[in-house]
Each structure stands twice: as C-alpha cells, then as structure tokens.
C-alpha cells in the first residue's frame, strides 16, 4: 500500500534540489559591473549628498 502511494507521488513531485534549465541571456561576464551598478544605487539612496547631480 505504502509503496503505490510513494509511486504516485514520485510522479508529481520535482525536488528542490533538481536544477531547472531555463534558456537565459544571463552574461556573467558583467558580473563586476551589475555590482558597481548596484552599490552607487544603494549610495546614493543611503547618502543623497556623497552622488549629486542625477538626471
């Protein structure tokens, strides 16, 4: 009984830890530059006065 219950579910569970391949454009390349990008954000949020100017 226990066994064709965990058979079923072997069906339609997926484990976490199973990768999903996804087709994306992901450059890791810029990885460098996405976290430059990224901390003069959070700067200039944090501390408006240190990056003036803008648009």
Request: aromatic share 12%; proline share 5%.
């Amino acid at each position: 009984m226990m066994k064709s219950v965990v058979k079923e579910c072997e069906e339609f569970w997926t484990p976490s830890h199973q990768q999903i391949h996804v087709n994306s454009n992901y450059r890791p390349d810029i990885d460098g530059l996405r976290a430059i990008a990224v901390s003069a954000v959070i700067i200039f949020h944090v501390f408006p006065t240190y990056l003036t100017g803008g648009f």
